[in-house]
């Protein structure tokens, strides 16, 4: 069965503006989750999405926002972007509870903030 | 703060040689996940162990979860080129990624 797909894979974006970011996660999955990965950070939480609703948050500010569709799709927006939100965003789709953890992984969309 | 280490962070060997990844922690978690990340995508799932003492076997590869379900290694015998990689280990309480925490990774390069 097809992957979970991230779009666009590549963008460049000035401080300031905002970008969206697109995630078809698996057929069947319900659940959705967000990481930022930065060589210095590493992978870290953003949130996460089940049958549209935002059931967790990790620790970034107000301009991270996501959404959850009907078909399980979602989207991340960062707005006001700043230099430090340059960082490869990862979506990983999951079954529901009782799935063990695992977590699937998209190619990621790379975002370089000029 | 539940906090997941791994050591070592960087490792260049050559090809053939043995070598050991560990993660460390003081939580316990109900299960363990081994990642790799190949540069420019994202990681990819090699196993998850959830039982104390429990050994996987993935060809070359070989996961262990501690009995105590705070530490997992991975042992890679005779090493290729292709083993290069990030190996991102992630520990979990429940099924919800926000209780899955990374640790900051083993980046492995092997030389041939």
């Known amino acids: 069965k097809a992957g979970v797909t991230q779009t666009p894979r590549y963008l460049i974006k000035t401080r300031g503006q905002q970008v969206t970011l697109s995630c078809s996660p698996i057929?069947?999955?319900?659940?959705v989750s967000w990481y930022q990965q930065t060589p210095g950070q590493g992978l870290q939480f953003l949130f996460e999405?089940?049958?549209?609703?935002?059931?967790n948050k990790g620790n970034f500010p107000g301009r991270f926002s996501g959404r959850q569709f009907s078909n399980s799709r979602s989207e991340m927006n960062v707005s006001t972007l700043e230099l430090g939100d340059s960082a490869l965003y990862l979506c990983?789709?999951?079954?529901?509870?009782?799935?063990?953890?695992?977590?699937?992984f998209g190619e990621g969309s790379r975002l370089t903030v000029l | 703060t539940q906090l997941l280490e791994q050591s070592p962070q960087f490792l260049s060997i050559q090809e053939g040689e043995n070598l050991t990844v560990y993660c460390n922690s003081s939580?316990?978690?109900?299960?363990l996940q081994w990642y790799r990340q190949e540069p420019g995508e994202g990681p990819v799932l090699l196993v998850t162990?959830?039982?104390?003492?429990e050994v996987k076997k993935l060809k070359r590869l070989t996961f262990q979860f501690g009995d105590a379900r705070k530490d997992s290694s991975l042992h890679i015998t005779a090493a290729q080129p292709g083993d290069t990689g990030l190996y991102l280990c992630?520990?979990?309480?429940?099924?919800?990624?926000?209780?899955?925490?990374f640790g900051s990774g083993t980046r492995l390069s092997i030389r041939p």
């Open positions: 057929s069947g999955h319900r659940s």
């Open positions: 939580s316990v978690f109900s299960s």
């Open positions: 999405y089940f049958s549209e609703t935002q059931r």
């Open positions: 990983a789709s999951s079954l529901p509870a009782g799935d063990g953890g695992e977590l699937f």
């Open positions: 162990v959830v039982t104390g003492g």
């Open positions: 992630a520990g979990g309480r429940y099924s919800s990624a926000s209780k899955i925490i």
